[in-house]
């Protein structure tokens, strides 16, 4: 009995060696099997399959140990490609959306003719209802000097309010101290537009007491020394009924002052008062309902009691011939 253990011992021993350096052939050469150690991968290659299924996690395992840090640092490589791959998307994103703002500005410059530096706001002042500004990056170097008007894509953004070198401070149009001489559409009305009443309302006073302002009337800047012509401001949203020799109406200003990313400062007027070709367009009217012809209702029936040929009804059925109606039905 012990005879047959120690031979089946040695047995196996010898195919476990034979397996290993077939499995390090195959490590070493790749290549397919000829001659004689394809006869032996025939001869045993079931024994070598097997102890390889074995082996195999038992060799990975003994890789990974030796080298701890390879799979650690393939998924660190793989992390800084995929945020590297991030970065690319949102800056290819961000730089579409800047495209897009800066192609509404120049739209916005050549309707208006004029000569504009587009900066983008890098801070924003203490909003607290007393000092509503922010800050851009272009300054006296580029060409900028105080009250100049600056806008974005929707119009009157405020004024310069002081410039350095590099950078500039803009006094927001809703800014307290905020007032700018306005005209209404269509008309060389004058007024001016103030701050004060928070960022999404304005107050324009009317000089001219003998004209009614009405929701819905749209301001642009008239012009002046200090100021370009024909930007625009902004809408009426309510009228305040004042006495006096002036009229005074709640505005709502076209730019959003919470949303300012770029915009571009005048620093060259129009050669002519470009009147009110900057305003946008105002949405086409809805189409009226049909009316119907004089004398008949919406509902299509006759008044007063007269039948569609202009006969009277006399309450007989159609084809009666003097029979009533009612007497008709039976």
Same mark, same amino acid.
């Given at each position: 009995?012990?005879?047959?253990?120690?031979?089946?011992?040695?047995?196996?021993?010898?195919?476990?060696?034979?397996?290993?350096?077939?499995?390090?052939?195959?490590? +070493?050469?790749?290549?397919?099997?000829?001659? #004689?150690?394809?006869?032996?991968?025939?001869?045993?290659?079931?024994?070598?399959? =097997?102890?390889?299924?074995?082996?195999?996690?038992?060799?990975?395992? =003994?890789?990974?140990?030796?080298?701890?840090?390879?799979?650690?640092?393939?998924?660190?490589?793989?992390? *800084?490609?995929? %945020?590297?791959?991030?970065?690319?998307?949102?800056?290819?994103? *961000?730089?579409?959306?800047?495209?897009?703002?800066?192609?509404?500005?120049?739209?916005?410059?050549?309707?208006?003719?004029?000569?504009?530096?587009?900066?983008?706001?890098?801070?924003?002042?203490?909003?607290?209802?007393?000092?509503?500004?922010?800050?851009?990056? %272009?300054?006296? +170097?580029?060409?900028?000097?105080?009250?100049?008007?600056?806008?974005?894509?929707?119009?009157?953004?405020?004024?310069?309010?002081?410039?350095?070198?590099?950078?500039?401070?803009?006094?927001?149009?809703?800014?307290?101290?905020?007032?700018?001489?306005?005209?209404?559409?269509?008309?060389?009305?004058?007024?001016?537009?103030?701050?004060?009443?928070?960022?999404?309302?304005?107050?324009?006073?009317?000089?001219?007491?003998?004209?009614?302002?009405?929701?819905?009337?749209?301001? #642009?800047?008239?012009?002046?020394?200090?100021?370009? =012509?024909?930007?625009?401001?902004?809408?009426?949203?309510?009228?305040?009924?004042?006495?006096?020799?002036?009229?005074?109406? *709640?505005?709502?200003?076209?730019?959003?002052?919470?949303?300012?990313?770029?915009?571009?400062?005048?620093?060259?007027?129009?050669?002519?008062?470009?009147?009110?070709?900057?305003?946008?367009?105002?949405?086409?009217? %809805?189409?009226?309902? %049909?009316?119907?012809?004089?004398?008949?209702? *919406?509902?299509?029936?006759?008044?007063?009691?007269?039948?569609?040929?202009?006969?009277?009804?006399?309450?007989?059925?159609?084809?009666?011939?003097?029979?009533?109606?009612?007497?008709?039905?039976?």
């Amino acid at each position: 009995m012990g005879r047959d253990t120690r031979r089946s011992r040695l047995v196996i021993a010898a195919l476990l060696v034979l397996a290993f350096t077939l499995i390090t052939l195959d490590y +070493r050469t790749g290549d397919s099997a000829t001659g #004689v150690r394809g006869a032996l991968h025939s001869a045993v290659g079931g024994v070598e399959n =097997a102890v390889t299924t074995v082996t195999r996690p038992v060799g990975r395992t =003994a890789s990974s140990l030796t080298h701890p840090n390879r799979y650690h640092d393939r998924a660190d490589r793989l992390d *800084e490609e995929n %945020a590297a791959l991030r970065r690319q998307i949102a800056d290819g994103a *961000e730089i579409d959306r800047l495209a897009g703002q800066l192609s509404d500005l120049r739209l916005l410059a050549d309707k208006g003719q004029y000569t504009i530096v587009p900066a983008r706001v890098i801070a924003v002042g203490d909003v607290t209802g007393m000092d509503w500004t922010v800050t851009i990056n %272009a300054g006296r +170097r580029d060409g900028l000097a105080v009250d100049k008007v600056v806008v974005n894509a929707s119009g009157l953004v405020g004024t310069v309010a002081s410039v350095t070198d590099s950078t500039a401070v803009i006094k927001l149009l809703c800014d307290p101290t905020s007032r700018i001489g306005a005209r209404l559409e269509t008309t060389q009305l004058l007024g001016a537009v103030a701050g004060g009443q928070g960022p999404s309302s304005l107050t324009f006073t009317l000089y001219d007491a003998s004209y009614q302002v009405k929701k819905g009337d749209r301001l #642009v800047t008239f012009g002046s020394l200090d100021y370009v =012509a024909g930007v625009p401001i902004g809408e009426v949203t309510r009228v305040v009924d004042v006495g006096g020799l002036s009229r005074t109406a *709640e505005v709502r200003p076209f730019v959003s002052v919470g949303t300012l990313d770029l915009v571009g400062v005048v620093i060259g007027g129009p050669p002519a008062d470009p009147g009110d070709r900057v305003l946008p367009p105002r949405p086409a009217p %809805a189409p009226a309902a %049909a009316q119907p012809p004089a004398g008949q209702p *919406e509902n299509g029936q006759p008044e007063n009691g007269q039948a569609q040929n202009g006969q009277p009804q006399t309450g007989q059925a159609q084809g009666g011939a003097g029979v009533p109606a009612a007497e008709g039905a039976g």
